[in-house]
């Protein structure tokens, strides 16, 4: 499988609309793949409908893009997904800890889950499993929650306290350390990146079982044209968020991780379980935009990968500094 560079956004320092924002790329889940972003620290969500506008959006305040806005309690609003029931906008608001349904038809809003009312610690993602129960990645609670589609506490992976194994390990014993991200995979499964511990896992649903994908536990770059059970990730003691930030899954459940701390997007073929480097290079430049002409992915100055998205054939890069970057497959035998 092989990539290309399809398109290079510079986001300007003020994110007026026009330039972009920088965790554009999100998709919902239905087939139209309707584009959201989310303004992470001015709290607000959107749909985005021309280069200009949005259909709607909804937060705290209104940022004044769109004709509907939908007042909502968003801070920090952390990941989006569609509910495979209602058709409801889901997003999880970590600045509240707690997971909003949004309506746009109606115009409405409501609170669906208080997760610190559960004692979640700090919540990440929220994202649908195939039978439409909903998992929750807890950052530094180091746990992970399944929520039925009602809300309803399911099950909880995970002590609440740092740990690893690199053997398969059951529910009820299994450790993480400050989970960054979790999706779910074509097959069933869902997939999380163990941020702390520098590794990829995956929740076996069929048999309750977690075992390992990628990494070895330790932080380093290597393993790239071999096994990523043998793979090391990116780390950088000096960042409070150490390790990779990012995951993403494709049609063949091949893995997109955004290894941070290295400055690079690196793939795992699912059939082979072979990691690579797909984009960007190891030696990054702080706040250096991307030439917008640039061709080479493997040139590509990613100082911080965040939120990767996987939608048509392409992959949607954010990185902090306000590049998004759009790469989009030539190869033709991945699955």
Not at 131 to 156: A, M, P, Y
Not at 158 to 182: A, E, M, N, R
Not at 294 to 314: A, E, G, M, V, W
Not at 315 to 320: G, K, N, R, S, Y
Request: negative net charge; charged residues 20%.
């Amino acid at each position: 499988m092989q990539w290309k560079i399809k398109h290079i956004f510079n986001y300007s320092d003020e994110k007026a609309w026009g330039s972009g924002f920088c965790f554009g790329g999100f998709h919902d889940k239905l087939p139209t793949g309707e584009v959201y972003f989310q303004e992470y620290t001015q709290h607000w969500i959107g749909v985005f409908c021309s280069r200009d506008s949005f259909l709607w959006t909804a937060g705290l305040t209104d940022p004044g893009v769109s004709k509907t806005h939908i007042p909502v309690n968003l801070k920090n609003p952390h990941y989006i997904t569609t509910a495979p029931d209602d058709g409801a906008t889901v997003v999880s608001s970590g600045g509240t800890n707690k997971i909003f349904k949004i309506f746009p038809e109606k115009r409405s809003a409501k609170l669906f889950i208080d997760t610190g009312k559960l004692g979640v610690k700090d919540i990440g993602n929220c994202e649908y499993d195939l039978d439409g129960n909903l998992w929750v990645n807890e950052i530094t609670g180091c746990r992970i929650w399944q929520f039925d589609s009602e809300g309803h506490t399911k099950k909880v992976l995970g002590q609440g306290k740092p740990g690893f194994q690199k053997g398969p390990t059951t529910f009820d014993k299994v450790l993480f350390s400050w989970i960054y991200d979790l999706r779910v995979g074509i097959d069933g499964n869902i997939y999380v990146l163990d941020s702390k511990n520098f590794s990829v896992r995956m929740i076996d649903l069929l048999n309750e079982r977690v075992s390992l994908v990628a990494g070895t536990g330790q932080p380093g770059y290597s393993g790239d044209g071999g096994d990523a059970l043998s793979a090391t990730l990116g780390s950088n003691p000096d960042e409070h968020f150490d390790g990779p930030y990012s995951l993403s899954l494709d049609e063949g459940c091949n893995i997109y991780i955004g290894d941070t701390q290295n400055h690079v997007l690196r793939m795992i073929e699912r059939k082979t379980n072979i990691i690579s480097t797909i984009a960007g290079r190891h030696y990054s430049e702080p706040h250096v935009r991307n030439d917008p002409q640039q061709r080479d992915p493997l040139k590509l100055n990613l100082p911080k990968i965040c939120s990767l998205d996987y939608f048509d054939n392409c992959l949607f890069v954010p990185e902090w500094d306000g590049d998004m970057i759009i790469l989009e497959k030539t190869g033709t035998n991945a699955f």
